[in-house]
């Protein structure tokens, strides 16, 4: 397998993983009474799923094959329920993690894909790392305000459907990451 696909099918299962996981964390908010912070770990579940998307495109193309995200990811309902802690430990462990990829796991996937030559896995890796940037910066500043007993309240929340970007405001102009005009966000809903 080339380095590009196994750092293909790395991203996949790390997308695919948070995106369950979020949900996960969004429901135990959401239990919690946390509703801004519900609302927006179903916003980052989404865009994770948007990441997915794009990555299992690129795969596709690197190798000509379809590429299935069953083949890819292997983890049990039992593993995921264990990863889900109180709403606190849980917006610190999606920071963290959405660092992890900023800084380390894109960075060097996107070094590799640009030293192949390969500009749709570069185009993928680049979208979704500046897109894990924003998320990083949205749990950073939901747990800032939660540890000062002041939790962020919406009502809802939009996310773009070509790169993953979240914004909690309804965007007018065309998305600072995909440069995609505001209709190609969707906007979620508080449902409680
Ligand atoms: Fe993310
Ligand atoms: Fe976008």
């Known amino acids: 397998m080339s380095i590009l696909e196994e750092n293909l099918k790395d991203a996949i299962r790390g997308e695919s993983n948070a995106r369950r996981k979020y949900q996960l964390y969004a429901e135990r908010a959401k239990k919690e009474g946390l509703k801004g912070i519900s609302l927006l770990f179903e916003a980052v579940s989404r865009a994770e799923s948007v990441h997915v ?19 890819i990811v292997q983890i049990t309902e039992e593993e995921l329920n264990n990863l889900v802690g109180d709403t606190r430990s849980n917006l610190a462990n999606a920071m963290e ?20 030559g390969q500009n749709v896995v570069e185009l993928t890796f680049n979208l979704a790392r500046q897109a894990e940037n924003i998320h990083r ?8 305000r939660l540890e ?16 993953g970007n979240v914004e909690l405001s309804k965007p007018t102009s065309n ?13 979620i809903r508080a449902s409680f």
Do not use: Q, W
């Open 53 to 71: 998307k794009n990555h299992l495109k690129a795969l596709s193309v690197l190798t000509g094959r379809e590429a299935l995200v069953e083949d």
């Open 148 to 163: 000062k007993n002041k939790p962020i309240d919406l009502g809802e929340i939009h996310v773009c459907t070509i790169c």
């Open 137 to 144: 910066k949205l749990f950073s500043r939901f747990l800032t």
């Open 175 to 187: 998305c600072p990451i995909c440069d995609h005009s505001p209709k190609f966000f969707d906007t």
């Open 97 to 116: 993690g959405e660092r992890h990829e900023f800084k380390v796991m894109y960075k060097t996937f996107l070094k590799n894909a640009k030293k192949e």
